[in-house]
Each structure stands twice: as C-alpha cells, then as structure tokens.
C-alpha cells in the first residue's frame, strides 16, 4: 500500500490482516468494529481481549501499522470484547480459568502458548 491509499473497511481489512498472525500465534484475534470519520475503532478478540498488555498491542503495535499503511487514520480506538473484557480481578480470573504465559512473557487467557 502507498500513501495515496484511501480509509475505506476493505483497506483496513487488508492491514489487519497483516496483523492478525501475530495475534493469532497467542490465541487472539482482532476485529474491525468501525470507522468513524478518520477513527479506527477495533476489537480485540480471545487471549488479547483480557490481556493486561491489550493497550499495547493496540496502541504500539496495531495503530502505528495502520497509519503507516493509511495515512488518513489518525487514531485507533478499542472497543471492548463483552466475553473477554472482563477486569482483571481475583473473582474473574476464577471464572475464566487459568492464565497462561505468552510468547511475549505476559499472562493471557487463552491457549497454551506456541513453543520456539
């Protein structure tokens, strides 16, 4: 993609696409919930939507690949997963399982972490 790449779903598709194998390798996903004006509002899915290092993911790795890729975007926004949201406390971890180690050293829930 160039810099003349118009913000449009199928585009943002495209570099979330990019995306999503990383996302995937850890048990979770993300997905376009809308856009609004020149704001990307995504969702992040399975292991990354309770994970505690979800705002990094998001604001670290997925917006500044989406405004290399889209000039036009100017923020990216999460939206929160109603299954996976939950707040990271003693009563919800006991109700959604065991946390697990991730490739990137940070707990999640989700399955069990790939082997390098």
Do not use: F, W
């Not at 048990?27 to 990094?56: F, M, W, Y």
């Amino acid at each position: 993609m160039t810099d003349d790449v118009v913000l449009s779903t199928e585009n943002i598709e495209l570099v979330l696409d990019e995306i999503r194998l990383y996302l995937m390798a850890d048990g979770g996903n993300v997905a376009l919930h809308e856009i609004d004006g020149n704001v990307v509002r995504l969702k992040l899915q399975g292991a990354c939507g309770s994970c505690p290092s979800s705002v990094t993911t998001m604001k670290l790795g997925i917006e500044p690949r989406l405004v290399e890729k889209v000039p036009e975007v100017v923020a990216v926004e999460a939206v929160p997963d109603e299954e996976t949201g939950l707040e990271m406390n003693e009563e919800n971890i006991e109700k959604k399982g065991k946390l697990k180690l991730d490739s990137y050293g940070v707990y999640c829930y989700g399955p069990e972490p790939p082997v390098l």
